[in-house]
């Protein structure tokens, strides 16, 4: 699963499948500024559940 580029900002997924546990890592600029922890069942995480995440990052700013 590679990076997602929305609004300047860079969201890179890492996740573990043994732990079903997940993060998102937030950059602006090549800088890091957050972790967005989340879980998940099954090989993968789900985009969707992906794309939640990084919107609620947007939603959090306001």
């Known amino acids: 699963m590679g990076a997602i580029q929305k609004n300047g ?3 890179d997924v ?3 499948v043994m ?3 997940g993060a998102v890592h937030v950059y602006k600029d090549g800088m890091f ?3 967005m922890p989340f879980q998940f069942t ?3 995480p789900d985009p ?3 794309e939640q995440v990084v919107d609620s990052f ?3 700013e306001r």
């Open 9 to 11: 900002y860079t969201f």
């Open 14 to 16: 890492e996740y573990s």
């Open 19 to 21: 732990l079903q546990k």
């Open 33 to 35: 500024l957050q972790e």
């Open 42 to 44: 099954g090989q993968d």
């Open 48 to 50: 969707e559940k992906i």
């Open 58 to 60: 947007f939603n959090n």
